[in-house]
Each structure stands twice: as structure tokens, then as C-alpha cells.
């Protein structure tokens, strides 16, 4: 959650959040110029580009199941007139045999759809270029489950941002032995898709936005934004036992962590801030205070208090958005107040959306988008490199504080990955 840029945005309407333009809401799809930024390209199916996800490296297959969660003491926060809060989740796991079973898609048709095109449209991508309901994950669909109690992940995406927008990194955790639980936090996305084949968009958060930023109530629109996710987070691990059997039996609900992307990385900080069920978590490029302009002036608990837990910060080394304990007011300010294990790792010659599927997916678009527009999105980081080493780092660590085991790259010796430890 990188909120600098939210003075500078549009409030037309919304984006994958780090593409283009990074936020700690829904950002701007842009504007009509900006779709017409890249070459004409054919919308017939046939024309697309399909782009591939990297194969996880672990030593286990992957399976994946989808489900639905209902709070009915909740109403939803963006559509008060909706007496519950709906969420979908994803369940990345090892699986024993994956059989004949077929692999999944990273997005469903119609979430596709609505994602792919606020992607063009932020990134100032050619309309119609790719098509994003192709692209396929590793993992088969309600695969059997491997044999062993596995260690639980949470992964929560920035604001704007699908459950489905880091099957790269949460796929190949889950090869390596971890049950991984994906949230979508409804009414943030452009599209999250439920069984019965219904839609919920983001058009009224999207002008809760609008109006607050207007009115010069942003303050109480962050902290809105903020205690929906948590309680979304909470829901989760409330119902983690809910899962069928088969789920439920391959995990291991005393050892659960939390990794997250922009907003999704201050959510799993201010989570454990409040929940002890989370022993270990990871802030992705993920700003800790309320502020349009992260200065220090909003900070949140986290960032005041630190945490009793280990908690890793993964941040960018862009020039004008780059964050690190240094350059981030509630790094800062948490890097002072941190009584659990620490560590400030920043990805070199990244941007926001490194930490994301942009990373993997948007350099198969080199020949036909200006490398400026790419460099603006995921930074000039070698793309295999910097997908190599957000796995190894959040391996690395959930490895450490959830199985016992530690590889020693969190020491911050010299490293084979394009990453610099902060000091």
C-alpha cells in the first residue's frame, strides 16, 4: 500500500493498485488518452497474447480450491444495504496427485474481463493485446491433498488489486509446504465473482473515494478501508476450521502467518497487531500510516508500537516511490518500536508492482510496449531474477518462523538475488 501517489490520481474509476500508478485505494484507470497510448491491436481471441505464469520450484505439485465466506453479523462496508459481508478465497496447497484433474485459471472470465481492461487502461497498455482469462496456473483444481500438517499462509492483495494478482509467489509457497489462503476484499476489485455467478464491482468504494478525498476526509476513509480488512482477515482465520475435511486436516492452525502486498501488507502488520493467531508476516511495499502523503502525521498503531512477532518489509527502490526504513515515515517509526525479529529488504531497480504477477506477465509484453511504459510499472529489474527473489526471500522467511528451518538468507550476507538489505 503505497498511498504518495494518491494525490496525483484520478478518481474516474479503478486499476490493479502499483500499475502505472501505486495507491492505497483503487487507483485511476486513466484516462481515454491513456488507452490509446500503445498500437491498435485486433479484440478477436484468436489475436490475444496468452502470457504464462513462472512453474512454482517446490518439491510438491499444487492444488487450488475456491470458497465462499459469509459474515451475517457484518454488513457489508461499501454497500450498507447488503445485511453481510460476502468474501471469496482461494486455497493454494500441496497436492498428493493431481490425476487428469485440470489446472486452474489465474482469473475467471468474467473477473478477467474487468481487470484486464483497468490494466490497459492504467498502464497504458494496447486495448485487446492480451487475453487474460488464458492465462492458466500450476496448480489443479480440488487436486488430493499431500500426506502432512502443513503451515497456513494468508495472502492479502493491495487495494484494487484480485486475490488472483500473485499466483507466482503464493503458488510456489505453497510447493514448498504451505497451505496458502488468498482473500479478495469485495468491493475493492474491479470484479470478484461468486459461485452463483454473481458480480460485485467496486463502483461504490470507488466514489466513497471521490467524495472523501474531495471533502478532505481521507483520514476516516483509510481507516474505514483498513477495519474492513482486518475484520475480512479475522473472518478468514475464524473459518479456516469451516473448510471441508480434507483442508482442514492438512493444516496446521498453531503455526499461521501473513504476507501481503501494498494495502495487503499494512493489513497483515495491523492484523497481528491485534490477533496473536498470526506468528510471522511480510509487508510487500506497504505503507503503515493513514495519508494520502506518507509523512508520519497518521500513523497507525503498528507503526507506533511495532509488534512482539517477526515481521519482514520487502520494499521498492524507485526514486520517487521507493520505500525503505529511511524513506518511509512508518517504516520508520515501526523499525523503532519493532520488539520481534526485523528485517528491511529492498528489490533492487523495482517498482511498486514487483511484488505482484506484473512482474512475471507484463515483460512478455516487450515487443510491442515502449520499455519506458514497463520500466514504469515493474522497474528495469531482470523479471526472472526479481520473481526468483521475492519467492526465495518469503520462503526464506516463513521457512524460518513457521518450520524451524533457515537458510540464512535473512542474515544478509552477500546474496545471488538483486536485493539490498537495509541497515
Given at each position: 500500500m503505497r498511498s504518495s501517489r494518491l494525490a496525483a490520481v484520478s478518481l474516474v474509476g479503478v486499476v490493479v493498485s502499483g500499475l502505472a500508478v501505486s495507491t492505497a485505494v483503487p487507483a485511476s484507470a486513466g484516462s481515454a488518452s491513456h488507452a490509446a497510448a500503445g498500437p491498435s491491436v485486433s479484440s478477436s481471441p484468436a489475436k490475444r497474447r496468452t502470457l504464462t505464469l513462472p512453474a512454482p520450484r517446490g518439491r510438491y505439485a499444487t492444488g487450488e480450491s475456491a470458497f465462499r465466506l459469509v459474515d451475517d453479523e457484518r454488513p457489508d462496508p461499501w454497500t450498507p444495504d447488503t445485511p453481510y459481508r460476502e468474501l471469496m478465497v482461494s486455497v493454494f496447497y500441496p497436492a498428493g496427485h493431481t490425476g487428469d484433474r485440470p489446472f486452474t485459471r489465474q482469473l475467471p472470465p468474467a473477473v478477467a474481463a474487468a481487470v484486464g481492461?483497468?490494466?490497459?487502461?492504467?498502464?497504458?497498455?494496447?486495448?485487446?493485446?492480451?487475453?487474460?482469462?488464458?492465462?492458466?496456473?500450476?496448480?489443479?483444481?480440488?487436486?488430493?491433498?499431500?500426506?502432512?500438517r502443513f503451515p497456513v499462509v494468508l495472502y492479502s492483495p493491495g487495494a484494487g488489486d484480485p486475490r488472483d494478482w500473485n499466483v507466482s509467489l503464493v503458488e510456489d509457497l505453497a510447493s514448498r509446504g504451505f497451505v496458502v489462503v488468498t482473500v479478495d476484499h469485495t468491493?475493492?476489485?474491479?470484479?470478484?465473482?461468486?459461485?452463483?455467478?454473481?458480480?460485485?464491482?467496486?463502483?461504490?468504494?470507488t466514489a466513497a473515494w471521490a467524495q472523501a478525498f474531495e471533502n478532505g476526509t481521507t483520514l476516516a476513509f483509510f481507516t474505514k478501508l483498513m477495519d474492513a480488512r482486518t475484520a475480512d482477515t479475522r473472518l478468514v482465520l475464524d473459518r479456516l476450521t469451516s473448510l471441508p475435511g480434507r483442508l482442514t486436516g492438512a493444516m496446521d492452525l498453531n503455526r499461521i502467518g501473513m504476507l501481503g502486498h501494498s494495502a495487503g501488507g499494512f493489513t497483515a502488520a495491523n492484523t497481528m497487531y491485534g490477533d496473536p493467531r498470526i506468528k510471522a508476516g511480510v509487508d510487500m511495499d506497504g505503507t503503515l500510516e493513514y495519508s494520502v502523503k506518507p509523512d508520519g502525521s497518521n500513523l497507525s498503531e503498528v507503526a507506533l508500537h511495532g509488534l512482539d512477532r517477526p515481521l519482514l518489509l520487502m520494499g521498492n527502490s524507485s526514486a520517487a516511490n521507493g520505500s525503505d526504513v529511511h524513506r518511509e515515515s512508518s517504516w520508520a517509526s515501526f523499525w523503532q518500536h519493532q520488539r520481534g525479529w526485523k528485517a528491511d529488504v529492498t528489490l533492487d531497480d523495482s517498482a511498486h508492482a514487483s511484488f505482484t504477477d506484473a512482474e512475471a506477465l507484463l515483460p512478455q509484453?516487450?515487443?510491442?510496449?515502449?520499455?519506458?511504459?514497463?520500466?514504469?510499472?515493474?522497474?528495469?529489474?531482470?523479471?526472472?531474477?526479481?520473481?526468483?527473489?521475492?519467492?526465495?526471500?518469503?520462503?526464506?522467511?516463513?521457512?524460518?518462523?513457521?518450520?524451524?528451518?533457515?537458510?540464512?538468507?535473512?542474515?544478509?550476507?552477500?546474496?545471488?538475488?538483486?536485493?539490498?538489505?537495509?541497515?
Open positions: 481492461s483497468a490494466v490497459e487502461e492504467g498502464d497504458e497498455l494496447p486495448a485487446g493485446l492480451v487475453d487474460w482469462a488464458a492465462t492458466r496456473t500450476h496448480s489443479a483444481k480440488d487436486a488430493a491433498v499431500a500426506p502432512g468491493g475493492e476489485a474491479p470484479g470478484v465473482q461468486f459461485p452463483d455467478g454473481h458480480m460485485v464491482g467496486n463502483g461504490p468504494l509484453l516487450a515487443d510491442r510496449v515502449p520499455a519506458a511504459t514497463l520500466a514504469e510499472a515493474v522497474g528495469t529489474v531482470d523479471p526472472h531474477r526479481a520473481v526468483a527473489a521475492n519467492r526465495a526471500l518469503v520462503a526464506s522467511f516463513f521457512d524460518r518462523f513457521l518450520k524451524g528451518r533457515d537458510d540464512h538468507l535473512l542474515d544478509g550476507g552477500a546474496s545471488k538475488y538483486p536485493i539490498t538489505f537495509v541497515r
